[in-house]
């Protein structure tokens, strides 16, 4: 009898296989085999709430197969994901697969090495029940608020919606950021900038900004006529170095990569979402075919919120930069990094390359490029994060405008930050979102010392207006969940997945704003369940979950404690919740019987268009998004069109006849190779269907991303 192994994917089956060679055999259980049925509520709420899991209809065969391997097997290793999911995931494979306990084993790795995997079967333990607990109690708190809340929403507003325990703190939180959008007013603001030179003998330019007064006071200029007589004032006063400062600045690089770091930094450089990132670190994680070296796992498990990082991997990490980089390159000790966030796995790694050695251009060949990409933005920041501090040159400038008598003088500054040392830069640097980035002055000041007479050049005022907080993108609002303990690793993807599939926010040039359903959901949810849509609320409930975990708390009654009075809610919401009616979103198409103008409607099968004359006029047609785009193979219009498993994809009008598709969004200009269809590939890049034309946009070429 042999040894069997259950991983969750074939992927990860052949990259174990490799490793463990003969006496073992490998299954995929091809993710969850047993889950809460779609149909009903099935928990049993009065028997302390006992899920009653049920085999998916596509698993039967799966489970079938699976049993009786581990009928014919001496010892089962279960050797599902190192995180609560992935134990509960052994916890269903043991309680479906067999009565007799006695022959399983759990192994756990956060990496898919021989070294790794032959130390996790050298070790095996049994399944942790008060993971699963915690994994189980989260998957039947969603589920009673999913049944309960969802049927409401279908009677008071439409049918079709959904409301979840998580997704909707989510949600406030985009809804809430727009309303300060809507209602920030902005405010009028000058800046005056003076250029200036040496008087006593010709050096370059350089500009100093206008910051207040010499004795201390600011100032603050908000209307033109302030900013022009300013400026008619420093036209006449005589310019001095007051003070010159320099200080030698050490920036430090940023830890490896954490799960919500990750899908922060794939989305601000490589235009990534959370969900892409997460199914490509996936792939990395349980293995792909590089040449000789057969399968191989390339980083570590991607579902982590620790920083910490094993001792072998510095230590390989930093004989690399010495060898690669020199020796001032390398720092006199190992850095490690204990930040981490609240309710951290601390058994986990942060996510690093498997080995340092397998340098990204290494292995191109054999990585598609969204595989590559993301490998080598991992590869990076591992390195970078042992790599020695970059050394700046941080020169201030105070210059005195000398005023007329009994009048405080002006103060202006000039500021330069020069790189005296690289350092970790040299491989990498930390990407900043569109709100935080600032323009950091880089060229050089002249030779300056206090008391140098100045020449005035000219004055240059500019006018500006304060701005709205920005929108949340894809990495802010990860941030921000991260930041308010709204989730965990594994439930950022799709918890931002979850809200757009529901057409409760959209994408407008890259950043979330919520659609007018969004809005009303939100704001009933508010109203009614104050306690589901409360981010310090939700941020509790992780708190409990992760006590269960640890043997703080014990399941059923953390499940009482937020069903009792949630039930009384949702009876209270019953009874005094009106119904809203949503306002019609009409088209400029008019009715083909009537003339009067098509609103676009949502039905079981998704949006359609019917007449604004209902029920006078039931013409009714299918809804379509037009791309602006031809069709190569027939001309006819591209269609926005979703598939059974609500993915994107893009079809031509004139489909049966043509059957044209791409998954690539079509863009309007013609490939200016061969004049057939170019699609967006990249944030940035266009390729062509027909030729090989790839190019990137141009500035007044960049589709919109409404």
Same mark, same amino acid.
């Not at 990860?12 to 779609?38: E, Q, V």
């Not at 059957?659 to 061969?674: D, G, I």
């Given at each position: ?31 969850? !085999? ?95 029940? #008060? ?35 998580? $997704? ?9 950021? =727009?309303?300060?959008?809507? #209602? ?14 040496? $008087? ?11 910051? &207040? ?50 899908? $922060? ?25 590089? %040449? /000789?070296?057969?399968?191989? &796992?390339? @980083? ?70 969204? #595989? ?7 590869? $990076? ?37 020069? *790189? ?37 050049? &000219? ?5 500006? +207006? ?15 969940? =991260? ?17 757009? =599939? ?7 040039? %890259? ?20 306690? *589901?849509?409360? !981010? ?22 953390? @499940? ?13 919401? /019953? ?27 949502? &039905? ?44 994107? +994809? ?24 061969? %004049? ?18 790839? %190019?990137?946009?141009? =500035?007044?070429?960049?589709?919109? #991303?409404?």
């Amino acid at each position: 009898m042999n040894k069997l192994v259950i991983v969750e994917s074939p992927a990860k089956a052949r990259t174990l296989y490799r490793i463990l060679g003969k006496g073992y055999s490998l299954k995929a259980s091809m993710g969850h !085999i047993r889950d809460l049925p779609k149909s009903r509520l099935g928990v049993d709420i009065a028997n302390s709430f006992a899920p009653k899991y049920v085999v998916p209809k596509g698993k039967s065969k799966v489970v079938t197969e699976l049993k009786q391997a581990v009928k014919n097997a001496s010892t089962v290793y279960l050797a599902t994901d190192p995180d609560r999911e992935g134990e509960a995931i052994a916890w269903h494979l043991a309680e479906v697969t067999s009565s007799n306990r006695k022959r399983y084993r759990r192994v756990v790795f956060h990496e898919i090495t021989s070294e790794a995997i032959k130390q996790a079967f050298r070790n095996p333990r049994s399944i942790n029940q #008060q993971l699963v607990n915690a994994q189980q109690a989260r998957r039947i708190l969603d589920r009673l608020v999913g049944y309960m809340l969802s049927p409401l929403l279908w009677r008071k507003v439409r049918k079709g919606l959904s409301a979840g325990r998580v $997704q909707s703190a989510a949600l406030r939180i985009i809804v809430d950021r =727009e309303r300060e959008i809507e #209602q920030f007013v902005p405010v009028e603001y000058w800046l005056i900038e003076a250029e200036l030179t040496k $008087q006593a003998q010709e050096v370059t330019p350089f500009r100093a900004t206008l910051i &207040g007064f010499t004795e201390g006071a600011k100032l603050e200029i908000h209307t033109q006529q302030e900013a022009d007589e300013i400026v008619e004032e420093l036209k006449q006063v005589g310019y001095s170095v007051l003070k010159v400062t320099t200080k030698k600045i050490a920036r430090q690089p940023a830890p490896p990569f954490i799960t919500s770091t990750l899908q $922060q930094e794939a989305w601000r450089r490589l235009g990534f979402s959370a969900s892409q990132t997460m199914a490509v670190a996936q792939q990395l994680y349980e293995g792909l075919p590089i %040449g /000789s070296e057969g399968n191989v &796992g390339l @980083i570590t498990y991607m579902r982590t919120d620790s920083t910490r990082v094993a001792r072998s991997a510095i230590a390989e990490a930093r004989e690399f930069i010495g060898q690669t980089y020199g020796a001032e390159f390398l720092p006199a000790h190992a850095r490690a990094f204990t930040w981490s966030v609240k309710g951290a796995q601390e058994a986990h790694e942060a996510i690093r390359p498997t080995k340092i050695r397998r340098e990204p251009h290494l292995i191109k060949a054999h990585l598609t490029p969204s #595989q590559f990409r993301l490998y080598e933005l991992i590869w $990076q920041r591992m390195v970078a994060s042992q790599m020695a501090a970059a050394r700046y040159d941080n020169t201030n400038v105070d210059i005195r405008g000398k005023r007329r008598a009994f009048k405080a003088d002006y103060l202006l500054r000039a500021s330069t930050s020069i *790189i005296s040392f690289p350092g970790f830069i040299t491989l990498y640097h930390e990407g900043k979102d569109e709100a935080n980035k600032e323009s950091q002055k880089v060229a050089p000041l002249p030779p300056l010392e206090k008391g140098d007479k100045l020449k005035l050049l &000219g004055i240059f005022p500019e006018q500006h +207006f304060t701005q709205p907080p920005p929108r949340f993108t894809e990495a802010t609002l990860v941030k921000m969940l =991260e930041q308010n303990g709204i989730g965990r690793p594994s439930t950022y993807a799709p918890i931002i997945a979850t809200i757009q =599939e529901r057409e409760y926010v959209s994408k407008v040039k %890259g950043s979330f704003k919520p659609s007018e359903l969004g809005v009303i959901v939100n704001d009933l949810l508010c109203q009614y369940f104050p306690d *589901i849509v409360n !981010i310090e609320f939700t941020a509790r409930m992780e708190d409990e979950l992760d006590e269960i975990a640890h043997q703080k708390h014990e399941w059923v009654s953390v @499940i009482q404690d937020f069903y009792t009075p949630f039930e009384q809610s949702v009876a209270r919401a /019953s009874e005094q919740m009106e119904r809203v009616k949503l306002p019609e979103q009409l088209t400029e198409e008019a009715c083909l019987k009537c003339g009067k103008p098509m609103a676009v409607k949502t &039905g079981r099968y998704g949006k359609f268009l019917a007449c604004s004359g209902y029920p006078d006029c039931k013409y009714t047609k299918s809804f379509q998004i037009k791309t602006g785009a031809s069709c190569p193979e027939c001309g006819s219009e591209l269609l926005e069109r979703i598939n059974k498993k609500k993915r994107t +994809f893009y079809g031509c009008s004139n489909y049966p006849n043509c059957r044209f598709a791409t998954n690539f969004k079509p863009l309007p200009q013609p490939c200016p190779k061969c %004049g057939s269809l170019l699609t967006l590939y990249r944030q940035k890049w266009a390729k062509c269907v027909k030729c090989d034309y790839k %190019g990137k946009l141009a =500035e007044t070429e960049k589709p919109s #991303q409404d």
